[in-house]
């Protein structure tokens, strides 16, 4: 069984940072493609924050370049959001999310999207 688990969610000041990390776990994980982070603020849907491929090329939201930066690593299948600069708009609900490959049969690979079940920031005037 394959879970994405989410940490670092807390109560913090306008202008204050704050860093979030999401850990894969599964005795069947072969392969872990891109993961990102989400976000999804009362009332709104769920948007896109940051997503970062395997091989590292990020992508931001135009709202939290140069404030937010995503990394990973590897060999922890682990994916990292550093967050400076926080502004209330940014108080939400986060996600975690991966595309990660199982042990199919024989020698195959298979490839799902996972969700974490989310850890909120709340970013106080």
């Known amino acids: 069984q394959v879970q994405l688990v989410e940490s670092g969610g807390v109560l913090v000041q306008a202008g204050g940072s704050l860093a979030l990390s999401c850990a894969a776990s599964g005795s069947d994980i072969r392969n872990i493609n891109t993961m990102g982070w989400y976000r999804q603020a009362p009332g709104s849907q769920r948007e896109l924050v940051a997503t970062?491929?395997?091989?590292?090329?990020?992508n931001y939201a135009d709202s939290v370049k140069g404030r937010f930066t995503i990394s990973r690593d590897n060999a922890k299948n682990t994916v990292y959001l550093q967050m400076n600069s926080l502004k209330p708009e940014d108080t939400a609900d986060y996600y975690c999310n991966a595309e990660i490959g199982i042990k199919g049969e024989l020698l195959s690979v298979r490839y799902s999207i996972y969700w974490g079940k989310g850890t909120l920031v709340t970013v106080s005037s």
């Open positions: 970062i491929s395997r091989n590292s090329i990020t």
